[in-house]
């Protein structure tokens, strides 16, 4: 299977750019394509797509921070508090031409939070987060306690693939 894959990151704070996560906007696109390929590439080889020769795939990513993520929070989830993640999927995807799976968000300062509750790095923080949003755009869910169990196997088994820590 070959994947094409897109992604386009829009930086709603400038504050993603600071030396504790990335330096320069290169480096973020770089990041969350590597993460981003290796989750679809994982998914793909064990879903519905695995016999497919090719598939095409774009993702958004917004980084932005508490306020704004708590503004879609409660618009979209009557959730009135800022979060780490959130992911608004395409439920057309296999029907769309263009092959968009959906926007993941999230936020500088709630990923700075748990890194340092977690005591990894903050990039190691991000890119699980970035893993995760991308699992929720592609179905995963964690409501029951089966759901999380599906969700975090599949999540362990790419953070360790690619040596992110996670707590």
């Known amino acids: 299977m070959r994947l094409n894959h897109q992604i386009n990151v829009f930086l709603i704070n400038d504050k993603w ?3 504790n996560f990335f330096n320069t906007k290169k480096k973020i696109d770089k990041f969350i394509y590597m993460l981003s390929a290796a989750t679809l ?3 793909f ?8 020769k090719k598939l095409k795939t774009k993702i958004n990513f917004i980084l932005a921070d ?7 929070n409660t618009n979209f989830l009557n959730k ?17 031409k263009d092959n968009f799976l959906g926007e993941v968000f999230l936020s500088y300062e709630t ?11 903050n990039k190691d923080r991000v890119g699980h987060l970035i893993v995760h949003g991308i699992l929720h ?4 869910d964690h409501k029951t306690k089966l759901e999380e169990k599906k969700m975090e196997d599949i999540e362990s088994k790419i953070l360790n693939s690619l040596n992110i820590n996670y707590y």
């Open 111 to 121: 990923c700075l939070k748990e890194a340092i509750k977690f005591k990894i790095p």
């Open 41 to 43: 590439k994982r998914f």
């Open 66 to 72: 508490d306020k704004f993520l708590k503004k879609l």
């Open 137 to 140: 755009l592609l179905g995963y």
């Open 45 to 52: 080889s064990i879903s519905k797509y695995k016999n497919s």
């Open 80 to 96: 009135k508090k800022a979060t780490n993640v959130l992911s608004f999927s395409n439920d057309n995807f296999s029907k769309n």
């Open 17 to 19: 750019l600071d030396k």
